[in-house]
């Protein structure tokens, strides 16, 4: 199979290109957001951008591709509303900030065009992944606040604001898992998370205690975000009988370790 990952050179992409490479059945190329690509001589496309006018600049070179069976796309759990229940894949959605719309947008931009073109398309909604410095989320502030002590400054109640995070060799064997999928509907959604919800304030408690260190943070002014998040992950685990392998402290020990190897 011939694999094509656009945003490979990223912090899930790079993890997901090593996975594949240790494949015998599957040929890797991998693009960039700044990439050249005037042809998409592959099977399968994974989309792992960040969303912008990147993927709608190369959506006509995807559509033209006589080549393309499937299209792997990484959106987000976000998308999902405000809400202190396990949201599954066919909860209503709500997205909220710039980055949340702009995800359903290119959710939309691609179920329109793998529709027109007899396309699979496998919509795969990832809660936080971590593990690595080459994340950004609030568990790289976290390490960072860690390893060399620079202070964290909180958006909000760190009691209150809750979300769902997976660790990033649980999310890229499902990814793997979903890219070799025989997939039978022109269009799958799947969450990849954890399905358990996890505090700013217990992430700090949990980075805290594999470390051994104190972690110096201030409080900053709410923004716009929503409160709690977190996904149901029943259908992709009963789909691909995987168990995930990581909760919240062997993760952010592994990422502890992680950062002090650099």
């Known amino acids: 199979m011939r694999i094509l990952l656009f945003g490979g050179m990223g912090f899930i992409g790079e993890y997901l290109a090593q996975k594949l490479s240790l494949r015998n059945d599957c040929k890797i190329k991998i693009v960039g957001r700044e990439s050249k690509v005037q042809d998409f001589d592959s099977e399968v496309v994974v989309i792992l951008t960040q969303p912008g006018q990147a993927l709608k600049d190369f959506l006509p070179i995807i559509s033209s591709a006589h080549t393309i069976k499937k299209i792997v796309y990484c959106s987000t759990l976000l998308l999902y509303p405000n809400s202190q229940e396990k949201q599954d894949e066919g909860a209503s959605l709500d997205p909220k900030t710039e980055y949340e719309k702009n995800k359903y947008e290119e959710e939309l931009l691609l179920s329109t065009m793998t529709q027109k073109e007899k396309i699979l ?19 790289n502030h976290i390490m960072r606040g860690v390893v060399y002590g620079t202070e964290l400054t909180i958006y909000g109640d760190p009691s209150k604001k809750i979300r769902d995070y997976i660790f990033i060799e649980d999310a890229v064997n499902l990814l793997e898992f979903l890219i070799f999928y025989p997939q039978k509907n022109t269009k799958e959604i799947f969450n990849i998370c954890s399905s358990n919800g996890c505090s700013i304030h217990e992430l700090i408690k949990t980075a805290q205690l594999v470390s051994g260190k104190e972690i110096n943070f201030k409080i900053g002014e709410t923004i716009l975000e929503k409160q709690s998040v977190i996904g149901e992950n029943k259908k992709i685990l009963n789909i691909s009988k995987y168990t995930l392998v990581y909760n919240i402290l062997d993760g952010l020990n592994r990422t502890y370790h992680n950062y002090t190897r650099l």
């Open 121 to 139: 398309l496998c919509i795969a909604r990832l809660a936080n992944v971590y593990g690595n410095i080459k994340n950004r989320g609030i568990i």
